[in-house]
């Protein structure tokens, strides 16, 4: 079992930065592939960035890319999401998300996601 503890989510302007947090407990924590998604009011659950276990490889949405940063700390067992450059339609809340599995690929279906986050609430004002 992985619980999983998001935080850092707030009011900001377009065109300011923040980091969200990801705590986790539970498993050892450099086994998990962690993800990032997002839920908009009314819009469907997306991917947004992704990093392997040992954080050499990450992957990201293109919506977000070259934007976004998502790094993590195994000693810490923390994983973060650093968002520049934000826009109004990165007005979400985001979630953190750990893969159960084996594999050390990070993927961006949401079914292969086993542990979720209660979600940080981003808002971005125009």
């Known amino acids: 079992q992985v619980q999983l503890v998001e935080s850092g989510g707030k009011l900001v302007q377009a065109g300011d930065s923040l980091r969200v947090s990801c705590a986790a407990s539970?498993?050892?924590?450099?086994?998990?592939?962690m993800g990032w998604f997002r839920q908009a009011p009314g819009k469907e659950r997306e991917f947004v960035a992704g990093?392997?276990?040992?954080?050499?490889?990450?992957h990201y949405a293109n919506s977000v890319k070259g934007r976004f940063t998502v790094s993590r700390d195994n000693a810490k067992n923390t994983v973060y999401l650093q968002m520049n450059s934000l826009k109004p339609e990165d007005t979400a809340d985001y979630y953190c998300a750990a893969d159960g599995n084996d594999f050390d690929v990070v993927r961006s279906a949401r079914n292969v996601y086993d542990y979720w986050g209660q979600g940080t609430h981003v808002t971005v004002a125009s």
């Open positions: 539970g498993r050892s924590f450099s086994m998990p592939v």
């Open positions: 990093i392997n276990r040992s954080g050499s490889s990450t």
